[in-house]
């Protein structure tokens, strides 16, 4: 007889989101390349991130509800389908929803049509994922997999799980609910884009100064970080106290993210007005410090997501495999 996985051993969100903030020192230097990666594919599927933040909302819509009606689409089943039918396409409830003003909305949703990655079908409404290159997120499940399974052995080091959840096993959950798992990751990711939209004024330039402090975060690898406190990680390597580190220069951020080396050298000028960077004198760039908690009250709320969405795959992986 199967056991059934009980409410008692259920993994909170609040235990996941506590081991976080007491584990940041070895999290973040994990976390961080995992989400400049996915931010480098978001700029590279349309070279906007606007028009993406709109398909991911009307995904997220259409994922919900799926969710709503009990519907569980896997991997396979979801990109069998070429074409993803969603429900209505309101202009003034997605320029709110993501603080675009109505007549930009309006622009970007012409320009996804033109473009062919929205039709109009007679009364239904399809986005067309021929249109987008690399449709499959092979890579983000592996890189988001492997930090989960990472994350699952620092739970058990702090007792809020028994046992260590293998790359394999998480895979598995994430392409067998993927529906599910996809609505709890854009849930994750959009407020995001949304909080560091609103803090930069536009996304080039939190891309931009995201990928001068994860550069510092990755120098922190080269240390030993192992005794080091939080507040003293976060001064040495994200606040702007470099003592002698490397920062990047525009040619690398250009080919990092994608983004034109003229419009990085635009945004780098404008962190640089705004006291978000430094610059020393051979044109490196590096973390300011100025506007630090700013930085950080955005992630916060995403490693509260993330604990949400660390905790669902985890008790769903483990009914799976009691």
């Known amino acids: 007889m199967q056991e059934i996985h009980k409410i008692s051993k259920q993994i909170r969100s609040e235990d996941i989101q506590d081991s976080l903030d007491k584990n940041f020192v070895s999290i973040m230097p994990v976390w961080v390349p995992l989400q400049l990666e996915w931010?480098?594919?978001?700029?590279?599927?349309?070279?906007?991130?606007?028009?993406?933040?709109?398909?991911?909302?009307?995904?997220?819509?259409?994922?919900?509800?799926?969710?709503?009606?009990?519907?569980?689409?896997?991997?396979?089943?979801?990109?069998?389908?070429?074409?993803?039918?969603?429900?209505?396409?309101?202009?003034?409830?997605?320029?709110?929803?993501?603080?675009?003003?109505?007549?930009?909305?309006?622009?970007?949703?012409?320009?996804?049509?033109?473009?062919?990655?929205?039709?109009?079908?007679?009364?239904?409404?399809?986005?067309?994922?021929?249109t987008w290159p690399n449709i499959k997120p092979e890579q983000t499940i592996k890189r988001m997999t492997r930090f989960l399974s990472t994350l699952s052995k620092i739970c058990v080091s702090e007792?809020?799980?028994?046992?260590?959840?293998?790359?394999?096993?998480?895979?598995?959950?994430?392409?067998?609910?993927?529906?599910?798992?996809?609505?709890?990751?854009?849930?994750?990711?959009?407020?995001?884009?949304?909080g560091f939209k609103k803090l930069f004024g536009d996304l080039e330039s939190f891309h931009v100064n995201g990928i001068c402090i994860i550069n510092q975060a990755l120098h922190s690898k080269k240390n030993d970080n192992s005794e080091m406190s939080k507040e003293f990680y976060l001064e040495k390597y994200f606040l702007?106290?470099?003592?002698?580190?490397?920062?990047?220069?525009?040619?690398?951020?250009?080919?990092?993210?994608?983004?034109?080396?003229?419009?990085?050298?635009?945004?780098?000028?404008?962190?640089?007005?705004?006291?978000?960077?430094?610059?020393?004198?051979?044109k490196h760039y590096t973390s300011a410090g100025l506007h630090a908690q700013k930085l950080l009250d955005v992630q916060k709320v995403t490693l509260i997501h993330l604990s949400k969405l660390a905790s669902r795959v985890y008790n769903l992986t483990l009914m799976k495999n009691i």
């Open 39 to 130: 931010v480098n594919n978001v700029y590279r599927t349309f070279h906007d991130y606007e028009k993406f933040m709109i398909i991911m909302h009307l995904l997220m819509k259409t994922f919900d509800t799926y969710s709503k009606n009990f519907v569980k689409l896997n991997y396979d089943q979801y990109f069998d389908q070429n074409e993803v039918e969603i429900e209505t396409i309101n202009v003034m409830e997605i320029s709110k929803s993501l603080n675009i003003p109505k007549e930009t909305t309006r622009r970007k949703i012409n320009e996804l049509e033109e473009m062919g990655a929205i039709k109009r079908i007679n009364k239904k409404i399809i986005i067309d994922r021929n």
């Open 159 to 194: 007792g809020i799980m028994l046992k260590p959840i293998s790359i394999e096993l998480l895979t598995k959950t994430c392409k067998e609910y993927f529906s599910f798992v996809w609505l709890l990751y854009y849930q994750m990711q959009m407020p995001m884009l949304l």
């Open 240 to 282: 702007g106290d470099q003592r002698g580190e490397t920062g990047v220069n525009a040619m690398s951020i250009s080919d990092i993210s994608g983004i034109p080396r003229a419009t990085v050298i635009r945004k780098l000028n404008k962190l640089l007005k705004r006291k978000f960077l430094s610059i020393d004198s051979k």
